[in-house]
């Protein structure tokens, strides 16, 4: 473990569940625990979204739906395996999946797969590629995929669904277009006479601002662990942050001006000053480029900017007089200190990326506490 603790507060996820759950029209929660819980902790995030209404889950591998079966908290709930698995991932973990999954399908092959392997009929998921282009059958191809699933003795064909590719801004048409296509998919298959149970597209950024896309059920992702879903403009929704994250002070030292700091020398100060040594890395998710991009800490109340390069198990701040920090004083890299506060959506935004990059890259080798 480093010097380093990352705490997660389940009653944030507990009040952002039931605040979407309130929020969604008629529709079911899906909460998405995929990469652990976002780097939270898969379980114990499971645990609180379903106490909190959620009445599915969502996981992208064959090995963290059986997490999620081993775990005392799913019960009967449905756990859905976002896209289509390797064959030999699926083939090797079958006899340990839950018998509440859920798996997608999108292709012949892997409806064919499933079929070979199941005892008993398992539910299955038709993943519509409307857009994204990553995965799923393309939208003309769709009734046959669903032709050949409810020809399948080892399947139920249960529902459909798309992913968007834009939702996190409102004002790009190109949503307007996958919901179209869908929809035109919708109605193939109606004609045909397949009718499902579940039809879903929504993630967290349609959840709030496209209503008319919740259908049966609403995947709550970002928002669930408290992070920006909308990436042009504010969310009117006030979700609240799952995770803390604080470090200390391992070294002081004072430098004169004209000194450079980590390696390639790539920040010289500019005065006199003092630094100090925080004892994790980039091999706990603190991207090297942190300092370049200004991310910033939390030391005593003040912001303290990151400097240098950050190394693989340390990170330099500046702290000024030496007054002001002392070896073992708390940092704070996320959340709130005084009347200061650094936020996930914070740091992405000065490393350009999003708040899911960052909250996934924290690294395990950081200590996580888990409160109720």
């Not at 898969?42 to 209404?53: K, R």
């Not at 139920?156 to 949503?175: Q, S, Y």
């Not at 499902?196 to 970002?222: C, F, K, Q, W, Y």
């Not at 004169?256 to 994790?280: D, H, K, M, N, Q």
Request: net charge negative; aromatic share 4%.
């Amino acid at each position: 473990m480093t010097g380093a603790s990352a705490r997660i507060d389940l009653s944030a996820i507990r009040h952002n569940v039931a605040l979407f759950a309130g929020m969604a029209t008629g529709a079911r929660i899906c909460a998405v625990v995929k990469a652990d819980g976002y780097g939270h902790g898969a379980a114990a995030v499971a645990g609180a979204a379903v106490e909190a209404g959620a009445t599915w889950l969502a996981v992208a591998t064959i090995e963290e739906a059986i997490e999620i079966a081993q775990s005392d908290i799913a019960g009967d709930v449905p756990v859905m395996i976002l896209s289509e698995r390797p064959a030999a991932e699926l083939r090797s973990g079958w006899s340990e999946l839950p018998g509440s999954k859920r798996l997608m399908v999108a292709s012949e092959w892997g409806a064919r797969l499933i079929d070979s392997l199941a005892d008993d009929p398992v539910p299955v998921h038709i993943k519509v590629d409307t857009g994204m282009h990553r995965v799923g059958v393309a939208p003309g191809d769709a009734v046959a995929l669903a032709g050949l699933i409810s020809s399948l003795p080892g399947l139920v064909l249960e529902g459909v669904c798309t992913h968007f590719a834009v939702a996190d801004d409102p004002d790009d048409p190109f949503t307007d277009i996958q919901v179209q296509r869908f929809d035109s998919v919708l109605a193939d298959l109606a004609a045909a006479g397949h009718h499902l149970e579940i039809v879903h597209m929504a993630n967290s950024a349609a959840a709030i601002t496209r209503p008319d896309t919740h259908r049966d059920l609403v995947r709550l992702g970002i928002s669930m662990y408290g992070a920006a879903a909308l990436r042009t403009r504010r969310s009117p929704v006030e979700v609240r942050p799952a995770m803390s994250l604080t470090s200390s002070i391992t070294a002081l030292h004072g430098i004169e001006a004209g000194e450079s700091v980590s390696y390639g020398r790539r920040w010289f100060a500019e005065t006199a000053t003092t630094i100090a040594t925080l004892p994790l890395g980039y091999a706990d998710g603190i991207s090297r480029s942190s300092a370049a991009t200004g991310v910033e800490v939390l030391i005593g109340g003040r912001r303290c900017p990151m400097v240098g390069v950050v190394t693989m198990d340390q990170t330099m701040v500046v702290v000024g007089d030496t007054s002001l920090a002392d070896v073992g004083d708390e940092v704070v890299l996320i959340g709130r200190q005084g009347d200061q506060e650094i936020t996930v959506d914070e740091i992405a935004g000065r490393l350009g990326t999003i708040g899911y990059e960052v909250l996934v890259g924290l690294g395990h080798r950081m200590s996580r506490t888990v409160v109720p």
